[in-house]
């Protein structure tokens, strides 16, 4: 999250498009496996997207705060 709000990677899509609000997140112990969920999160269309982030966070509140 530090990362994504000073900016640190101007190609980013957080970077790019300054998003700077948590909606979801995941906790993994695993390198591989965070880019590997990341990459499947990111094949999912957006319906399946909203489905998911509703699923932990139905009010879709701001989790910066949680991190």
Request: proline share 1%; aromatic share 10%.
């Amino acid at each position: 999250m530090i990362q994504h709000k000073n900016g640190n990677s101007k190609t980013s899509f957080a970077s790019k498009y300054r998003c700077h609000f948590l909606i979801y997140w995941e906790r993994h112990t695993n390198i591989n496996h965070a880019i590997e969920r990341e990459k499947l999160i990111k094949q999912m269309n957006r319906k399946r997207k909203e489905r998911l982030i509703a699923s932990v966070n139905p009010e879709w509140d701001w989790l910066n705060k949680d991190l």
